[in-house]
């Protein structure tokens, strides 16, 4: 299971193209959009409000990421398997 990242995103200002760009992750992808200019919002606070008014922050990852290993283990149970070699790359059961 992957960690869970924080919802807001960040924002950052590149030094070399005087812009400020927001950055969060959608899922597992990376994504960027660029804000403006330091002339437009010369300071990080206006940024960062002109990032809420424009309604791109990032979304909360989704609950229902697959099976977990403790689903897996309830079905191994219940199918009688009481063991599992681990030659065969599967852990015991007690």
């Known amino acids: 299971m992957r960690v869970q990242r924080h919802a807001s995103g960040s924002e950052r200002y590149d030094k070399r193209r005087k812009t400020?760009?927001?950055?969060?992750?959608?899922g597992p992808t990376r994504r960027s959009k660029r804000i403006g200019t330091k002339q437009e919002f010369p300071t990080k606070t206006a940024a960062w409000k002109e990032i809420e008014s424009l309604e791109i922050q990032a979304k909360p990852p989704d609950g229902d990421k697959g099976?977990?290993?403790?689903?897996?283990?309830?079905?191994?149970?219940?199918?009688?398997c009481?063991?599992?070699?681990?030659?065969?790359?599967?852990?015991?059961?007690?």
């Not at 400020?20 to 959608?26: R, S």
């Not at 099976?67 to 009688?80: A, E």
């Open 67 to 80: 099976d977990t290993v403790g689903v897996w283990l309830h079905g191994t149970k219940r199918s009688g």
């Open 20 to 26: 400020w760009n927001y950055l969060w992750y959608d």
């Open 82 to 94: 009481p063991h599992v070699n681990r030659r065969r790359g599967c852990i015991a059961l007690s």
